[in-house]
Each structure stands twice: as C-alpha cells, then as structure tokens.
C-alpha cells in the first residue's frame, strides 16, 4: 500500500527544525505542487536551491534522515497566484504537476511524502483564521495544532474514518462501481464514519445503505491513511446475513456484482487498502 516505504522509516513526530540546505521543500500550488519530473521519478527542491527565508517553512515530517519542510499557505515568496510570472520564481526544471498523479510516482516513499505533505497543507489553508472568532491562528510549538491567540480556540489536524467493507458470501465477495467517479476500476463498499457510531456500526450502516443488505461477524483487517482525501481508512471483512438481493443506492453506485473467487480480474495495484482487500479474498489469505 501507498504508506508502506519499507526498509524506510516515516518520523511524524512533531518538531520545530529549522531547514538545512538538503532539506525537501514542498511546495503547493492549488491542486498542485512543485517537483521535477525525470521520467516517473520525481523530485522536491531542496532548501539550498531556492532564496526562501526559513520563516516561511514549516516543519512536516522525515523519512530516514531526510527532513520535509512545506511553505505555508498563504506565504506567497514562490508561489505567485500571478501565473503568467510564477516561472521567475522557482528554479530550473521545475514545474507545478496537479496533486493526483502522486497516486503512484516513483520512489514510493515520495509520492508518500507528496500525498501526505498535501493533507497538511490543505489543513493549514483551511485554517488561517479561527471559525469561532475570525482572529488569524497561530501553530502551537510542540504539538501540530493551531492556537487562536483571542479565544483559545484549538484546531487539531482533520482526519475523517471511513471504513472499506469486503462482504463476503461463502465463496463470494460483493464488488462494487462507483458511480460518477474518474475511477472506473472494481473497489468495495465505503463510506465515512458518521457522529455517534463506532466503525462496526458504520459497516452495518454504510452496507444497508449502498446496497440494502445485512452483515455479521464483522472483523478488522488493515488500516490505511489516505491523505488525497484527508482520510483514516479501516478495512473490514464481514460475512452476509440473510438474503442476497441488492438494491442499490444509484447516487453511490453503478454497480455492485457478486463474484467467485475465481472470477476475479481486479489486480493488486500496491497502492490501495481496497484492491490489497480484493486480492486478500482472492488468494483466501486474509
Ligand atoms: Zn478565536
């Protein structure tokens, strides 16, 4: 999956380094951030190849030894909104690429780091100013968290759970389409945690609801951070109970179709917790 960079070690502790001239710097645009692109190899500016003042940067995470620093929102020194002039900016041989094709860049570890450094940054641009009393907020030194200096107000990092739900019949599994979506692939029901259930009740919840059928002997496979959307996915398998009649919710899906074990084409991408669940069923090794 995107988060397993083995043999490297991703360090999330939270800390206020000040960049040395090898540190990544990552840089965002809208959708989109500043690398240089050699075939499906990316790489980040580092902190030596840009005229930034560390004021600007903020400490995200390391991997290995390697630190990653993100220039934050609303620090325009390098990203000028003034597309047209944005080029006299940064250095040789980097452009902006939207943040979707870091899905699967090479090395992993960076399209990792990409991803992950993404999900700070839109919570830091969505947080500029505090929702309670409109004073600019302020990060806290030893923990990642914004401070409102007037009314004290604390905003932690969002991260939404959303479960993945393989449901299981004997030797079947329930494959499902999205509908309205770029990704045309099989996956398996999902949906977000609501207010006031555990996962398990969102399982029940989020099954009944996509394709109207009962589960049981819900049981937790793996977890999985999925920062494209600001999320804390967890997998589950459960078993069906009672009838196997789909009635399907057509503003999720297009599809949902059971399949033998032996019918399924759906490959492990190495990417996501989804096609890792559907390969798991397949080999019956989950
Ligand atoms: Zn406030």
């Known amino acids: 999956m995107i988060h397993d960079i083995f043999p490297k070690v991703f360090h999330n502790e939270y800390r206020s380094f000040e960049p040395d001239e090898e540190s990544s710097i990552i840089i965002f645009g809208k959708d989109e951030m500043l690398v240089k692109q050699q075939e499906e190899n990316i790489h980040f500016p580092r902190f030596r190849e840009l005229s930034l003042p560390a004021g600007g940067l903020k400490y995200l995470f390391s991997i ?8 934050m929102p609303g620090d325009s020194a390098l990203k000028s909104e003034d597309t047209d002039h944005r ?37 830091y641009a969505d947080n500029r100013f505090c929702g309670r009393c409109g004073k600019i907020m302020y990060s806290d030194d030893k923990e990642r968290l914004l401070r409102c200096p007037e009314c004290g107000n604390l905003i932690y990092p969002r991260i939404s759970p959303a479960v993945i739900v393989g449901i299981v019949d004997k030797n079947r599994i329930l494959l499902t389409r999205y509908a309205g979506r770029e990704y045309r692939n099989y996956s398996l029901v999902a949906g977000f945690a609501e207010i006031g259930e555990s996962l398990e009740q969102t399982v029940e919840r989020e099954v009944m609801e996509e394709v109207g059928l009962k589960v049981k002997d819900i049981r937790y496979y793996k977890s999985q951070p999925w920062s494209f959307s600001g999320t804390l996915l967890s997998g589950f ?10 009635t399907l919710d057509e503003e999720e899906l297009s599809e949902a179709t059971w399949f033998d074990r032996e019918e399924i084409s759906v490959t492990d991408d190495g990417i996501s917790l989804t096609r890792e669940m559907i390969r798991a069923f397949k080999e019956n090794s989950y």
Request: proline share 5%; glycine share 6%.
């Open 64 to 71: 290995d030894m390697q630190k990653f620093f993100l220039l």
């Open 87 to 123: 080029e006299d900016f940064y250095p040789e041989g980097y452009l902006f690429i939207p943040v979707g094709r870091f899905r699967d860049c090479k090395p992993r570890y960076k399209s990792f780091a990409a991803i992950t450094a993404f999900h700070v940054y839109r919570w």
């Open 237 to 246: 398998f459960a078993d069906l109970d009672g009838n196997d009649i789909i």
